[in-house]
Protein backbone atom coordinates (compact mmCIF):
# COMPACT_ATOMS: atom_id res chain seq x y z
CA UNK A 1 0.00 0.00 0.00
CA UNK A 2 2.79 2.29 0.96
CA UNK A 3 4.50 1.74 -1.97
CA UNK A 4 1.55 2.18 -4.32
CA UNK A 5 0.78 5.71 -2.38
CA UNK A 6 4.55 6.64 -3.29
CA UNK A 7 4.09 5.70 -6.80
CA UNK A 8 0.73 8.17 -7.06
CA UNK A 9 2.82 10.88 -5.64
CA UNK A 10 5.43 10.57 -7.83
CA UNK A 11 3.19 10.70 -10.62
CA UNK A 12 1.46 13.54 -9.29
CA UNK A 13 4.84 15.17 -9.08
CA UNK A 14 5.78 14.26 -12.81
CA UNK A 15 2.32 15.29 -14.15
CA UNK A 16 2.94 18.60 -12.49
CA UNK A 17 6.60 19.07 -13.48
CA UNK A 18 4.99 18.48 -16.84
CA UNK A 19 2.41 21.14 -16.78
CA UNK A 20 4.45 23.72 -14.68
CA UNK A 21 4.29 27.31 -16.68
CA UNK A 22 7.74 28.70 -17.86
CA UNK A 23 8.87 31.49 -20.52
CA UNK A 24 8.66 30.33 -24.02
CA UNK A 25 11.67 29.52 -26.93
CA UNK A 26 10.94 30.08 -30.34
CA UNK A 27 10.96 33.63 -31.31
CA UNK A 28 10.10 34.55 -27.69
CA UNK A 29 11.47 38.25 -27.64
CA UNK A 30 9.42 38.89 -30.39
CA UNK A 31 6.17 37.59 -29.57
CA UNK A 32 6.28 39.12 -26.55
CA UNK A 33 7.16 42.55 -27.50
CA UNK A 34 5.93 45.67 -30.04
CA UNK A 35 7.97 47.21 -32.25
CA UNK A 36 10.39 49.91 -30.94
CA UNK A 37 8.70 49.20 -27.61
CA UNK A 38 5.42 51.18 -28.02
CA UNK A 39 2.10 50.31 -29.51
CA UNK A 40 1.19 52.30 -32.45
CA UNK A 41 -1.89 53.38 -34.10
CA UNK A 42 -3.93 50.39 -34.83
CA UNK A 43 -5.20 49.45 -38.75
CA UNK A 44 -8.26 48.26 -38.38
CA UNK A 45 -8.82 44.91 -40.99
CA UNK A 46 -11.52 42.50 -41.44
CA UNK A 47 -11.03 39.23 -40.10
CA UNK A 48 -11.60 37.37 -42.91
CA UNK A 49 -8.66 39.18 -44.48
CA UNK A 50 -6.15 37.90 -41.94
CA UNK A 51 -7.11 34.42 -41.97
CA UNK A 52 -6.52 34.57 -45.79
CA UNK A 53 -3.31 35.32 -45.04
CA UNK A 54 -1.03 32.82 -46.45
CA UNK A 55 2.54 31.37 -45.59
CA UNK A 56 5.57 33.73 -45.75
CA UNK A 57 7.63 32.78 -48.82
CA UNK A 58 11.81 31.59 -48.06
CA UNK A 59 10.79 31.17 -44.48
CA UNK A 60 11.37 27.69 -42.91
CA UNK A 61 10.06 25.98 -39.78
CA UNK A 62 12.04 27.47 -36.57
CA UNK A 63 14.15 29.68 -38.73
CA UNK A 64 17.07 30.79 -37.22
CA UNK A 65 17.47 34.17 -39.21
CA UNK A 66 14.05 35.44 -37.05
CA UNK A 67 14.20 34.40 -33.41
CA UNK A 68 15.16 37.84 -32.14
CA UNK A 69 14.05 40.03 -35.02
CA UNK A 70 10.79 40.39 -36.93
CA UNK A 71 10.36 39.53 -40.62
CA UNK A 72 11.32 42.14 -43.31
CA UNK A 73 8.42 42.86 -45.65
CA UNK A 74 8.00 41.30 -48.86
CA UNK A 75 6.22 41.63 -51.89
CA UNK A 76 4.30 38.39 -50.68
CA UNK A 77 3.30 40.13 -47.37
CA UNK A 78 0.05 42.06 -47.41
CA UNK A 79 0.77 43.23 -44.02
CA UNK A 80 4.09 43.64 -42.63
CA UNK A 81 4.91 41.51 -39.23
CA UNK A 82 4.68 44.07 -36.69
CA UNK A 83 1.68 45.85 -37.67
CA UNK A 84 -0.52 47.00 -35.16
CA UNK A 85 -4.15 45.24 -35.82
CA UNK A 86 -7.17 45.61 -35.41
CA UNK A 87 -10.20 43.26 -35.80
CA UNK A 88 -13.43 41.87 -34.41
CA UNK A 89 -14.97 38.04 -34.23
CA UNK A 90 -16.54 35.89 -32.30
CA UNK A 91 -14.48 34.07 -29.22
CA UNK A 92 -14.69 30.65 -28.49
CA UNK A 93 -11.59 29.58 -26.56
CA UNK A 94 -9.10 30.44 -24.22
CA UNK A 95 -6.26 28.32 -23.03
CA UNK A 96 -3.72 28.68 -20.38
CA UNK A 97 -0.19 27.87 -22.12
CA UNK A 98 2.76 26.35 -20.26
CA UNK A 99 4.43 29.17 -21.90
CA UNK A 100 2.42 31.50 -19.85
CA UNK A 101 0.18 32.91 -22.66
CA UNK A 102 -3.59 32.89 -22.73
CA UNK A 103 -4.26 31.22 -26.41
CA UNK A 104 -7.38 32.58 -27.75
CA UNK A 105 -9.20 31.32 -30.67
CA UNK A 106 -12.16 33.99 -32.57
CA UNK A 107 -13.46 32.95 -35.60
CA UNK A 108 -16.06 34.87 -38.49
CA UNK A 109 -18.94 32.56 -36.90
CA UNK A 110 -20.93 32.65 -33.63
CA UNK A 111 -21.86 28.82 -34.58
CA UNK A 112 -18.39 27.59 -35.16
CA UNK A 113 -14.62 27.77 -34.04
CA UNK A 114 -13.40 26.56 -36.41
CA UNK A 115 -11.39 27.96 -39.37
CA UNK A 116 -10.20 30.03 -36.55
CA UNK A 117 -7.30 32.76 -36.03
CA UNK A 118 -4.96 32.42 -32.71
CA UNK A 119 -4.59 35.25 -30.57
CA UNK A 120 -2.39 35.35 -27.28
CA UNK A 121 -1.90 37.59 -24.30
CA UNK A 122 1.93 37.06 -22.61
CA UNK A 123 1.76 36.23 -18.58
CA UNK A 124 2.63 40.07 -17.35
CA UNK A 125 5.49 38.57 -14.67
CA UNK A 126 8.93 40.40 -15.28
CA UNK A 127 10.24 36.39 -15.78
CA UNK A 128 8.08 36.54 -19.46
CA UNK A 129 7.38 39.93 -20.35
CA UNK A 130 11.20 41.87 -19.94
CA UNK A 131 9.20 45.54 -20.79
CA UNK A 132 8.02 46.83 -17.61
CA UNK A 133 5.54 49.13 -19.63
CA UNK A 134 4.00 45.91 -21.50
CA UNK A 135 3.25 44.53 -18.24
CA UNK A 136 -0.03 46.54 -17.10
CA UNK A 137 -1.37 46.13 -20.68
CA UNK A 138 -0.98 42.39 -20.69
CA UNK A 139 -2.39 42.54 -16.90
CA UNK A 140 -5.55 44.52 -18.42
CA UNK A 141 -6.72 41.91 -21.02
CA UNK A 142 -5.78 39.05 -18.61
CA UNK A 143 -8.04 40.63 -16.32
CA UNK A 144 -10.72 41.23 -18.43
CA UNK A 145 -11.17 37.98 -19.85
CA UNK A 146 -10.71 35.97 -16.71
CA UNK A 147 -13.34 38.21 -14.98
CA UNK A 148 -16.04 38.49 -17.98
CA UNK A 149 -15.34 35.46 -19.39
CA UNK A 150 -14.15 32.78 -17.19
CA UNK A 151 -16.39 34.08 -13.93
CA UNK A 152 -12.74 34.70 -11.97
CA UNK A 153 -11.03 31.17 -12.77
CA UNK A 154 -8.04 30.21 -15.11
CA UNK A 155 -8.24 29.13 -18.23
CA UNK A 156 -8.04 25.29 -18.78
CA UNK A 157 -4.76 24.06 -20.64
CA UNK A 158 -6.55 22.16 -22.62
CA UNK A 159 -8.98 25.41 -23.66
CA UNK A 160 -12.00 26.68 -22.23
CA UNK A 161 -14.78 26.76 -24.58
CA UNK A 162 -16.95 29.46 -24.34
CA UNK A 163 -21.12 28.14 -24.20
CA UNK A 164 -22.28 31.46 -25.33
CA UNK A 165 -19.58 32.81 -27.47
CA UNK A 166 -18.82 36.84 -27.15
CA UNK A 167 -18.12 39.07 -29.87
CA UNK A 168 -14.79 41.04 -29.42
CA UNK A 169 -12.46 43.30 -30.95
CA UNK A 170 -9.12 42.73 -30.52
CA UNK A 171 -6.02 45.06 -31.04
CA UNK A 172 -2.75 43.02 -31.40
CA UNK A 173 0.74 43.17 -33.24
CA UNK A 174 0.54 41.09 -36.75
CA UNK A 175 3.12 37.80 -35.87
CA UNK A 176 3.93 34.85 -37.67
CA UNK A 177 4.44 31.51 -36.02
CA UNK A 178 7.27 29.93 -38.28
CA UNK A 179 7.60 26.99 -35.33
CA UNK A 180 4.75 25.47 -36.77
CA UNK A 181 5.56 25.52 -41.21
CA UNK A 182 4.67 22.48 -42.72
CA UNK A 183 2.96 21.14 -39.44
CA UNK A 184 -0.74 20.34 -39.68
CA UNK A 185 -3.45 23.39 -38.53
CA UNK A 186 -3.04 24.30 -35.26
CA UNK A 187 -5.88 24.88 -32.66
CA UNK A 188 -7.80 23.02 -29.57
CA UNK A 189 -10.89 21.52 -29.19
CA UNK A 190 -11.04 20.55 -32.69
CA UNK A 191 -11.08 23.86 -33.84
CA UNK A 192 -8.61 24.96 -36.68
CA UNK A 193 -6.33 27.71 -37.30
CA UNK A 194 -6.57 28.98 -40.74
CA UNK A 195 -3.70 30.78 -40.37
CA UNK A 196 -0.19 31.07 -39.29
CA UNK A 197 -0.12 34.36 -38.64
CA UNK A 198 -1.47 35.43 -34.96
CA UNK A 199 -2.46 38.79 -33.44
CA UNK A 200 0.67 38.10 -30.59
CA UNK A 201 0.80 39.96 -28.21
CA UNK A 202 -2.55 41.32 -28.00
CA UNK A 203 -2.23 44.74 -26.68
CA UNK A 204 -6.60 45.58 -25.87
CA UNK A 205 -9.73 43.69 -26.03
CA UNK A 206 -13.26 44.97 -25.79
CA UNK A 207 -16.97 43.55 -26.10
CA UNK A 208 -18.14 44.34 -29.61
CA UNK A 209 -21.93 45.25 -30.45
CA UNK A 210 -22.66 42.16 -32.59
CA UNK A 211 -23.60 42.25 -36.32
CA UNK A 212 -27.01 41.64 -37.83
CA UNK A 213 -28.31 38.26 -38.30
Request: charged share 20%.
Amino acid sequence: MRKLYLFICLFCLAAVAQTAEKPGVERWPVKTSVPGGKIGRAQTVDLSKLLALGDVAGVTKNDKRYQTVRIPSSSGMEYPEGAVITTTGWLHLVAGETDGDYHIQISASAASGDDCLIVEVPNPDPQYTSDPGLRPVFESVRSMIKAKMLAGKDPSPSGSVMQHPPYVTVTGILFYDDSHVGDPPRGKKGMKAATLWELHPVSAMTFAKKPQE
